[in-house]
């Protein structure tokens, strides 16, 4: 019995050792099957001995009961808030107000962390071991929800080491990281539940829930950010060292935990974290400054409910709310009609914003968006602006409703929307100035033609002064045509027309690029250079021989098909190649397992020339020669051979058909 109460003993320990690894210090050194096998291991041993079971042990986290309702809970001490600032200004006359208040010359130091966007909440911890948890509430009481702070993972039920006061209060940040929230509003829509608006009312939501197994699915963290009342014990003389103590005692603290000596420093610290915001896989809405030395918070104190020692410097915001004036639609290279919100403009993430992608109409659908509506706009980072949210509760009675446009806005042709598809298309190809616009760009584009000097404007120009009305038609552009453009001197135009001779010279890969085919991009455009030896062998590759291809999927394969079998495209392809391009071949290291054999070729061929036929040959080695005779090793017979079939049958010359031939030659 001793060995198995000691061995139990050891398995809580290892199994919150890892936990402090990992939620606290980042820095796991077990893998999480491991975890979990140790988990098991010792839910299996206290299963069997139930008198054995504590409830510090980490199997004891989602143990408890659903509760009928909260129980309130005065805090020992008030929870406070914070006042705000917005710029430099606001923070750099706190700064001063705030040495001066302290009679201070020299500079002051300040602790600085995150300002994390989630729930605050008080832990109380007895004896080194979680007694209690408490939201913020009114921040004289709070509720009681010590059975949800129990399964978050990284709140430890029983502190580290035995260097901690009889009673401790310790404050911070219960929060839903990015990928949390995603996964817990992905299951949402899947349960046809309502959706979170954003991570602090999920963290607040999840928290909130009577029943704790709901709260423990939700990947919850603490974070904290303060000490409360304390009794029976020391603890360290200002903020820094406090949260250093805090983690030694297993308690996360922010990774972002800087020290600034001086207002510089602040203002620094500021900056870089405003850099890395975008990038951290949490919401953060500012910095939270704070006096170090607890002598200092002491004679500073507080007014009504915020202490005069600390600030929160904010972000500029990473949502707005604003109005949607109108919805147009846009045509892009492929055609897809895309609709854009036209917006009253809006100061969000750092910028003025008036316009937001809506991406395609299952979009408008899914956000219940009518023209008229608020709308909530979402920019972080230098990410694309986004509509998140409709407040249909402020509707207009006026409010319209979005349709998709029956005809393509750019050129009138019929716009269609085909059922396996979220997108509409315009069905003018290149007859759309908007589609013919946008796959000039991209014809011209660095990894495809490479074009010097053919800038978005000027192709603009050149497509609205009927100059081009395909790609093609580039090559047949003078020096002349130029010079009927706005600003287009003389040497501006021999210096673009050079630009244009240049790139006739193009590499097989860029060629296939520059064609703009749906779905395939760079990568694919290599591949498929690298397995076909020709343009003429790639429009007349089988949905098969694409197939068999690395990265190319029954859909690019599809598109790829239907971009070959169109009649326009072809002639495209041949109109280029008459207007002088030449497509440079990847030199293939060809195996030469035909060397020491003489083909001849006859009859009319199907899939390649006699010239082609021959090329390939001697590529691998083979000498092809013009005549039979008892020297030659094969004769390749195509359609109506005649004279020289008849003396390879007398010499008993071996004769090969087109399709053996070419399995003669793939055969390496
Ligand atoms: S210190 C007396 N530090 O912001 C100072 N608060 O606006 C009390 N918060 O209720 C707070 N991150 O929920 C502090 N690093 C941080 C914080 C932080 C988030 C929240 C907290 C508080 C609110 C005050």
């Known amino acids: 019995m001793q060995d198995i109460r000691e061995h139990i003993a050891s398995l809580r320990d290892d199994l919150n050792q890892h936990n402090y690894r990992y939620y606290v210090l980042d820095n796991p050194i077990i893998p999480d099957a491991e975890y979990d096998r140790l988990f098991q291991e010792l839910k299996q041993l206290e299963d069997a001995h139930p008198e054995l079971r504590s409830p510090e042990s980490p199997t004891e986290r989602v143990g408890a009961q659903p509760l009928s309702a909260f129980q309130q809970i005065k805090h020992k001490l ?53 007694a209690y948890g408490a939201t913020r509430g009114d921040g004289v009481t709070g509720e009681d929800i010590t059975h949800n702070v129990r399964t978050i993972s990284s709140i430890p039920l029983a502190l580290l080491g035995a260097d901690y006061p009889a009673q401790l209060e310790v404050r911070g940040e219960v929060y839903m990281p990015a990928a949390a929230f995603e996964k817990t509003n992905a299951a949402a829509e899947k349960a046809g539940e309502r959706l979170f608006v954003n991570p602090r009312n999920a963290a607040s939501g999840s928290l909130r829930q009577l029943d704790p197994s709901v709260t423990a699915k939700r990947g919850l963290r603490f974070c904290a950010y303060s000490i409360g009342f304390f009794d029976g014990g020391q603890v360290p003389s200002n903020h820094f060292n406090v ?156 409010a319209r409703r979005v349709v998709l446009p029956q005809s393509c806005p750019e050129c009138g042709s019929p716009v269609e929307k085909l059922e396996e598809e979220s997108v509409a298309r315009c069905t003018g190809n290149l007859m759309c100035a908007a589609q013919l616009k946008e796959a000039m760009k991209h014809f011209v584009s660095r990894k495809a033609f490479d074009i010097d000097g053919m800038g978005d404007k000027l192709v603009e120009q050149l497509i609205a002064k009927d100059l081009l009305s395909d790609v093609a038609d580039i090559f047949t552009l003078r020096e002349g045509d130029l010079r009927l453009l706005e600003r287009m001197g003389e040497k501006s135009a021999q210096k673009l027309v050079a630009a244009i001779a240049r790139a006739r010279e193009i590499e097989f890969s860029r060629f296939i690029y520059a064609l703009g085919i749906r779905e395939v991009g760079e990568t694919t455009s290599r591949t498929l250079a690298e397995a076909f030896e020709s343009m003429d062998a790639l429009m007349k590759a089988s949905q098969d021989e694409l197939l068999g291809l690395k990265d190319v999927g029954p859909v690019v394969a599809k598109h790829i098909g239907h971009f070959f079998m169109a009649d326009n495209n072809r002639r495209l392809v041949q109109r280029l190649l008459d207007h002088g391009v030449r497509i440079q071949y990847p030199v293939i290291e060809t195996s030469q397992h035909l060397s020491g054999l003489t083909f001849v070729i006859t009859g009319t061929l199907a899939d390649y020339t006699r010239d082609e036929m021959k090329a390939v040959l001697i590529a691998r080695g083979a000498k092809v020669s013009g005549s039979i005779s008892k020297n030659t090793d094969y004769l390749v017979a195509g359609e109506s051979a005649g004279s020289k079939l008849k003396k390879a049958e007398e010499l008993g010359v071996r004769i090969l058909t087109e399709h053996e031939a070419v399995q003669l030659i793939h055969d390496a």
């Open 78 to 130: 008030p929870m406070l808030s914070l006042d705000n600032v917005f710029d430099e200004q606001e923070f750099s006359q706190f700064y001063t107000r705030t040495q001066e208040r302290l009679g201070l010359a020299e500079p002051l130091e300040f602790a600085a962390e995150p300002k994390l966007d989630g729930v605050a909440v008080s832990l109380f911890y007895e004896k080194g071991k979680l």
């Open 243 to 398: 949260m250093a103590w805090l983690q030694s005692l297993g308690i996360p603290i922010s990774p972002e935990l800087r020290l600034c000596k001086n207002l510089d420093d602040c203002l620094a610290y500021y900056a870089s974290l405003a850099n890395k915001r975008p990038t951290l896989p949490y919401e953060i809405d500012g910095i939270v400054f704070k006096v170090n030395a607890f002598s200092d918070q002491k004679e500073l104190g507080f007014v009504s409910r915020a202490p005069r020692w600390a600030v929160a410097y904010k972000f500029p915001a990473q949502e707005a709310v604003t109005t949607l004036k109108n919805v147009e639609f846009q045509v892009g290279r492929t055609g897809a009609v895309t609709p854009v919100a036209r917006l009253e403009p809006v100061f969000v993430g750092g910028v003025t914003v008036s316009n937001a992608t809506l991406h395609n109409m299952d979009e408008i659908e899914r956000l219940d968006l009518r023209i008229g509506d608020r709308v909530v706009i979402h920019r972080a980072g230098d990410v694309i602006p986004k509509v998140v949210r409709t407040i249909v509760e402020q509707r207009p009675v006026d």
